[in-house]
């Protein structure tokens, strides 16, 4: 019964490679969010998406791209990775945008690139 | 810019012991939400507790409660009888805007001694 779930949990790549990392939730959120959490345990917001909608997106290189073919998914694909990609990041979800709605994490999925 | 932050990057405690966690933000927005996450090895985001920017009065979750100074713009996070399971890093963060974004601040790792 995981509310937010990624796979996969670790995933080891070379530079140059593409690689995607899926997100899914069972809780009826309409809000999903993707969060980089850097080598300094650093966490900053990447996108976000409300019922399937791009509401945020910062300032994040074009070689990431998010997919949300439902609102209970939302997938990150790399495009080229670079060693300074490595990073884990956590998908998260609330039941809807706005400051009240409490946000859900996944248990994150630590990209190492080589 | 907004920010948070932690000044704190490594805390030590006593079993039993209390210990306050320092916070301070920077926004310039009227309505917003303040949250103490946690962070264990595991690597789980945790939430452990938050609070309305519109309520004075402090927030409380069992042995976790809040000092909500709002015109200071500080938030620090009390732990009363400090437990071996509250070792972890604990991030402050703020969420405002219609689009929903978590701002965290950099950290606080919490050492918990017997």
């Known amino acids: 019964d995981t509310a937010v779930s990624q796979t996969p949990k670790y995933l080891v790549t070379q530079m140059g490679n593409d690689k995607s990392i899926k997100c899914e939730q069972n809780?009826?959120?309409?809000?999903m969010y993707w969060y980089k959490q850097d080598s300094k345990k650093f966490l900053k917001i990447m996108f976000s998406y409300n019922n399937k909608e791009l509401i945020i997106n910062e300032t994040v290189p074009n070689r990431f791209s998010p997919k949300s073919p439902d609102k209970a998914h939302l997938n990150l694909h790399i495009n080229s990775l670079e060693l300074g990609d490595s990073a884990v990041y956590f998908c998260?979800?609330?039941?809807?945008?706005?400051?009240?709605?409490?946000?859900?994490f996944g248990p994150g999925t630590r990209l190492t690139v080589t | 810019a907004q920010t948070v932050t932690q000044s704190q990057p490594e805390m030590s405690v006593q079993e039993a012991e209390t210990v306050t966690l320092s916070c301070t933000y920077d926004t310039s927005e009227s309505d917003y939400y303040l949250f103490w996450y946690k962070q264990p090895p595991s690597r789980q985001m945790i939430l452990v507790i938050r609070q309305e920017a519109y309520k004075q009065q402090n927030a409380t979750e069992n042995r976790f409660s809040v000092n909500f100074q709002k015109a200071a713009k500080s938030f620090s996070l009390k732990i009363s009888d400090s437990q071996l399971g509250d070792a972890a890093m604990y991030f402050c963060?703020?969420?405002?805007?219609?689009?929903?974004?978590?701002?965290f601040g950099t950290g606080t790792r919490l050492q918990v001694t017997l």
């Open positions: 809780l009826g959120h309409d809000t």
């Open positions: 963060a703020y969420n405002t805007g219609t689009a929903s974004k978590l701002t």
């Open positions: 998260a979800s609330s039941l809807n945008s706005g400051i009240f709605y409490e946000q859900y």
